[in-house]
């Protein structure tokens, strides 16, 4: 392109050119478009024209970005700094936490170690004694009850709690699962506190909450007496052991087998009314609602058809004599064995 220019000029006299031009431009170009020219030309020129001249029009690129370097990007590193030590480290040591302790135990916190959950064991026992009418619910019921605990998590736990600390909900919902939980309301009545079964009367809000905690209080103690584990079956922490269920070392394998077709007293014997642990075999045996009670493997009359294993290995497994043990003091849905009262005579003829 520069060979058919005119012989009478050369490059270096085009760039004198071209030098002349932005040199006016740069320096005094505000002249011609007005005070402050280079807002309307250009804030990033890849050339040093320097921005304390305000009369020119535009300049390099270097100011704007040593301004975005100081006032966004430096104070946002500050902010975000701020961020990972006050919000982000304490929410992973929290999820790491809960992440290394559940690695260990995975699900069997929900039937081994929750207060909750074994105080609703102990009252369906109490109203088996009682002869009380039990319930079991059906496969399509239980269906429609499982994404309820997904809801009260998002909800309650992560949703509403944020908006909460963002402003745009009221700031006494900050802890929302918390004020209804039935759980705060059975263990310090267990522990001699009744503040907490006492409804809050200071606002609107936290008397709603407060009645709401009562009714799922009620709700449990009657409804346990009548079926097994009600409140498990909608709890969120159901669904955040859910969410790691097959990462942990200690899991529930089944194994398939012909005779699991016409058996079915897994089902039967488990708590959550898991149907699946009948249908099902390898992972998908392992259901979400699984809380690693145990009791389908107690109650499998096959040897190694069920197991709960801990990495490799297995710490309990399905047996026959295992089964007809069982079985002598409890059926497989939990209902008692009649107590039999000996006389010390019989005791003295079986001797």
């Keep these: 392109m520069l060979e058919r220019l005119p012989s009478s000029w050369n490059l270096a006299r085009l760039r004198l050119v071209v030098q002349l ?8 170009g505000s002249t011609v478009l007005g005070y402050y020219a280079a807002d309307k030309i250009s804030t990033a020129l890849p050339a040093l024209s320097c921005a304390y001249d305000q009369q020119n029009g535009g300049y390099c ?4 970005l040593q301004h ?12 975000a700094q701020q961020i990972s030590q006050q919000v982000l480290l304490p929410t992973l040591i929290s999820l790491g936490s809960f992440a290394l302790f559940f690695f260990v135990l995975g699900k069997a916190f929900c039937a081994w170690v929750c207060p909750l959950g074994t105080v609703q064991e102990w009252l369906n026992r109490l109203g088996r004694r009682l002869s009380l009418q039990q319930n079991a619910i059906a496969p399509r ?7 309820w605990k997904w809801l009260i998590l998002l909800s309650l736990v992560f949703a509403v709690p944020l908006a909460a600390g963002m402003g745009v909900a009221p700031h006494s919902l900050g802890n929302p699962y918390c004020d209804v939980c039935p759980s705060r309301v059975v263990t310090t009545l267990l522990s001699g506190n009744v503040d ?7 606002s609107w809000l936290k008397f709603a909450l407060g009645a709401v905690a009562n009714t799922l209080f009620g709700f449990v103690v009657i ?7 009600p409140f498990c079956r909608i709890c969120p922490m159901l669904a955040m052991n859910a969410m790691l269920r097959h990462a942990s070392l200690t899991r529930l ?8 077709e016409k058996c079915g007293i897994c089902h039967k014997a488990c708590p959550m009314d898991i149907h699946e642990i009948h ?7 392992f259901h979400e609602d699984c809380t690693l009670c145990g009791r389908c493997v107690e109650y499998c009359p096959d040897d190694g058809v069920i197991s709960i294993r801990f990495g490799p290995w297995a710490v309990f497994q399905s047996s026959r004599n295992y089964y007809k043990q069982r079985v002598k003091n409890e059926s497989p849905n939990g209902d008692p064995k009649p107590i039999r009262f000996v006389r010390k005579k019989d005791v003295a003829d079986l001797a």
């Design 196 to 202: 907490e079964f006492a409804v809050n009367e200071s």
């Design 68 to 79: 975005q370097m100081h006032h966004r990007i430096g104070e946002a590193l500050v902010k």
């Design 21 to 28: 031009f932005t040199f006016f431009l740069t320096v005094w």
């Design 141 to 147: 019921a239980t269906a429609r009850v499982r994404p």
């Design 223 to 229: 409804a346990a007496l009548a079926l097994r584990q």
């Design 253 to 260: 394998v089944k194994r398939q087998s012909d005779k699991c």
């Design 61 to 64: 690129v270097l100011i704007p």
């Design 279 to 285: 249908t099902e075999h390898g992972r998908k045996a």
